[in-house]
Nanobody, 119 residues
Framework: QVQVAESGGGSVQSGGSLTLSCAAS????????MKWYRRAPGKQRELVASMRWADTANYTDSVKGRFTISRDNGQKTTYLQIDNLKPEDTGVYFC?????????????WGQGTQVTVSS
């Protein structure tokens, strides 16, 4: 089993920055990527950033240039740096740890961390 834990959320003013952390533990030998999702109030959950160990990072268009996903080399830990925060970035941020599963991937989910941006 794999456990995923996010941290680093909080309340910030518009224009500020936050760094979210995501740590995977347990049976993590097969984990080969991690993703960050966001669920804004009243909206569906969306994928905002992802990283596979062998590939470059990917971002949804709305966060490009402001969000940066990075990895702690050798550790199953990723970070999501969020700069120039906007009120529309408010939401619960979830991290997943992914491993190969048949022809796709299986994702282990964390509980989420709340980010609130005030104008």
């Amino acid at each position: 089993q794999v456990q995923v834990a996010e941290s680093g959320g909080g309340s910030v003013q518009s224009g500020g920055s936050l760094t979210l952390s995501c740590a995977a533990s347990g049976s993590i030998a097969d984990i080969n990527g991690m993703k960050w999702y966001r669920r804004a109030p009243g909206k569906q959950r969306e994928l905002v950033a992802s990283m596979r160990w062998a590939d470059t990072a990917n971002y949804t268009d709305s966060v490009k240039g402001r969000f940066t996903i990075s990895r702690d080399n050798g550790q199953k830990t990723t970070y999501l740096q969020i700069d120039n925060l906007k009120p529309e970035d408010t939401g619960v941020y979830f991290c997943t740890a992914a491993r190969p599963w048949f022809n796709g991937v299986y994702e282990y989910w964390g509980q989420g961390t709340q980010v609130t941006v005030s104008s």
